[in-house]
Each structure stands twice: as structure tokens, then as C-alpha cells.
Nanobody, 121 residues
């Protein structure tokens, strides 16, 4: 099982980035896929997720209305479109897969390596 996150970078406040999480080694639709993030000195926090099959999406209040998760089951890829980025969105973003949707990181068995998002002028 592998998850490969990519797409991070440096963006100015108010800008946009699109992260990708490419999955391999498992049946994509059998898993809930989530995004978490961790800023220096802070706990890892839930950003958003899709349930198994991708029929529902869930977002943390802090990103609702600005971030959008989409899922391409043919390409086994989860996307995180991030708009109106704020300095407080800066973190390492991780994608994770688990057998059910959850807000908590320990419910996800498989993790990607993370991609850095920096929001700064």
C-alpha cells in the first residue's frame, strides 16, 4: 500500500494550490481517504476526507468553503483544491487511507509522506 502526496509549494495569502494523493496497492474505493496537516509545534489536525466510495465529503470548519476534496477512482487519486489560502494554512499536508471515515488520525492505517505548503508574502 502506497500513498504519494504532491503539489505543495509556496503561495501568497489569498492564493490557491491543488494537492494530489496518488494511491496504489489497494482498492481505492474500499477506503476512506483523508487529508491531515501538521504545522510546526502543533498537533496533526484533520482537514477533510471522503468516505468509502467517495459519495460524501467532510471538512474541518477552518477550511470549509475554501478547500474542496475530489476523488478520481479511475486514477486512484484524491485531490485537495485549496483556495483563499491563509498563513495559518501553512503546514505539511498528509493523505491517509482507512477502512472508515474518521476525524482522528489513528483510525487511518496508511499514510503518505507529506507535502509542504507554505503561505507567505
Amino acid at each position: 500500500v502506497q500513498l504519494q502526496a504532491s503539489g505543495g509549494g509556496l503561495v501568497q495569502p489569498g492564493g490557491s494550490l491543488k494537492l494530489s494523493c496518488a494511491a496504489s496497492g489497494f482498492t481505492f474505493d474500499d477506503y476512506a481517504i483523508a487529508w491531515f496537516r501538521q504545522a510546526p509545534g502543533k498537533e496533526r489536525e484533520f482537514v477533510g476526507a471522503t468516505n468509502r466510495g467517495g459519495s460524501s465529503t467532510y471538512y474541518a470548519e477552518s477550511v470549509k468553503g475554501r478547500f474542496t476534496i475530489s476523488r478520481d477512482s479511475v486514477k486512484n487519486t484524491l485531490f485537495l483544491q485549496m483556495n483563499s489560502l491563509k498563513p495559518e494554512d501553512a503546514a505539511v499536508y498528509y493523505c491517509a487511507a482507512g477502512i472508515k471515515y474518521s476525524l482522528v488520525d489513528y483510525e487511518y492505517a496508511y499514510w503518505g509522506q507529506g507535502t509542504q505548503v507554505t503561505v507567505s508574502s
